[in-house]
């Protein structure tokens, strides 16, 4: 008799790993790249930890062989990944550079040789740095920069790419790129980083429609947004009150105009002293709102809020690095907490119920509509054992709570198609560089040798048998 405690999934369900470009591929004066806004803001000191950069990175972009066999050999069936858009466009303009669009065919080439699903990412932050000068994201004409690279890229891979991704997290692009500035371009400018999620939208609308026109009709178009998860402290009318404006930042701004055709009207209230968002244009929402065919889902620990003061003054960590500007444009009044539970590396709490609020919640508001956990996973101080084992059994448990509650949704109605692993092997974690290891594969970054740590083999188990192993069948 089957075990009742035994998490199964459907057999069609993907298990994924998920990386991005510039946080993996290194090679970024190879093919005709120019810079992107990462590579200038990594190589600006004091920007990342110990002036890390992704130069190198873990060289996937002369190691992508090695890296699929490993997916291969892991038993997993689906792979996300990003393409660079200053490798293929490099000014952001014009046409595509072949070396940049040939080095993508190989690895899908490679990927579906080995039965495994390409699902492609188009935008993981890695703006052309030409682009940022002339203004970046806070410019509506990077919108439609944007569509025309999605196009190009479209037409390109359109015959062997089943799965595409406009945006990953434009959240973290507006906010932590143009508010706080902790990410590139690194600017603290409330009112831009408005204007940036707004054209942000714009371009996912755009690019959607460029790729709908060069796309095979069975091919699949998504974004991938980090809905947060908003708690309140408390159930008083303040606590909730910080609550909604917080969901509205994080969420509505995204997820009002991307699904239902409208920004929320808290928002515009929330953020009247920031901005007019005159930048919304009579069409834009129009523009915007395309059909999707599936909605990714990043998700790593939920935000707790309170209604507070004026923020002190001062840097503050705010998750993803130290800055004393806010990302929140408009909520000074709000203050994060620390939600309890044991914390990953990165400080953030472990609750897999939030993950299972987040599918629920969503498919209540996109009924119909595909999801996918398009990130989930987390950072470990991990290190070789004396016969060069890695085991990591945080990360296990880890990913055996997040995948139960993946579960425990489906169950409830939510419709998941799949879940990718954040991260395929240990790259570079933006601000905190090469400290932070999120990899399920340990890197050796003095050698660059790839080794699974147990957290990959548990996984691969769970991927071959389509169910969930205990979490200590390490
Ligand atoms: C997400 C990013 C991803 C990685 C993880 C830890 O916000 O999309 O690149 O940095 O966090």
């Not at 560089?433 to 660059?448: E, N, S």
Request: hydrophobic residues 40%; contains cysteine; negative net charge.
């Amino acid at each position: 008799m089957p075990d009742p405690t035994t998490v199964t999934f459907p057999p069609a369900f993907l298990w994924g790993a998920a990386t991005s470009a510039y946080q993996i591929e290194g090679a970024v004066r190879e093919g005709g790249r120019t810079p992107s806004i990462w590579d200038t803001f990594s190589h600006t000191p004091g920007r990342t930890a110990d002036g890390d950069h992704g130069d190198l990175a873990v060289d996937h972009y002369h190691r992508y062989r090695e890296d699929v066999a490993l997916i291969a050999e892991l038993g997993l069936t689906a792979y996300r990944f990003s393409v660079s858009w200053p490798r293929v466009q490099p000014t952001g303009r014009g046409p595509a550079v072949q070396a940049g669009l040939d080095f993508y065919r190989r690895l899908v080439d490679e990927l579906l040789a080995n039965g495994i699903r390409p699902a492609l990412t188009l935008y993981h932050w890695d703006l052309p740095q030409e682009l940022e000068d002339a203004g970046g994201w806070p410019e509506r004409d990077t919108a439609y920069r944007f569509a025309e690279y999605a196009h190009l890229v479209g037409e390109a891979l359109g015959d062997r790419v089943e799965q595409w991704t406009t945006l990953n997290e434009p959240w973290c692009s507006a906010f932590l790129g143009y508010a706080s500035g902790v990410h590139a371009p690194g600017r603290t400018d409330p009112a831009a980083s408005l204007r940036a999620a707004h054209h942000l939208n714009l371009g996912h609308g755009l690019a959607t429609s460029a790729l709908r026109s060069v796309l095979p009709p069975h091919t699949s178009v998504a974004v991938s947004l980090n809905s947060a998860v908003v708690r309140p402290a408390s159930d008083c009318a303040a606590d909730l009150a910080a609550a909604r404006k917080i969901d509205d930042l994080a969420n509505g701004v995204f997820h009002g105009p991307i699904l239902h055709g409208a920004y929320p009207e808290t928002l515009f209230a929330a953020t009247s002293t920031v901005t007019d968002w005159s930048c919304v244009r009579d069409g834009d929402l129009a523009l915007i709102q395309q059909p999707l065919d599936a909605l990714g889902l990043n998700y790593y620990t939920p935000a707790l809020v309170e209604a507070a003061g004026p923020a002190p003054s001062g840097p503050r960590a705010d998750g993803h690095g130290v800055s004393a500007h806010s990302p929140w444009p408009g909520a000074d009044d709000v203050a994060f907490l620390q939600s309890p539970g044991d914390r990953t590396e990165m400080g953030w709490t472990i609750d897999p119920s939030g993950l299972y609020d987040l599918l629920t919640r969503y498919a209540g508001e996109a009924p119909g509509l595909p999801l996918y956990v398009t990130e989930n996973g987390a950072a470990y101080d991990d290190k070789p054992d004396s016969e060069g084992y890695v085991h990591d059994p945080e990360r296990i448990a880890y990913l055996h709570g997040h995948l139960a509650a993946v579960r425990r949704a489906m169950a409830d109605g939510a419709d998941v198609r799949g879940y990718y692993l954040w991260s395929l092997m240990d790259n570079f974690e933006w601000a905190y560089g090469y400290g932070k290891r999120f990899g399920a594969v340990y890197v050796d970054y003095a050698t660059l040798a790839r080794t699974p740590k147990s957290s990959a083999r548990w996984y691969g188990r769970a991927a071959r048998t389509g169910s969930l192993p205990t979490p200590e069948a390490d």
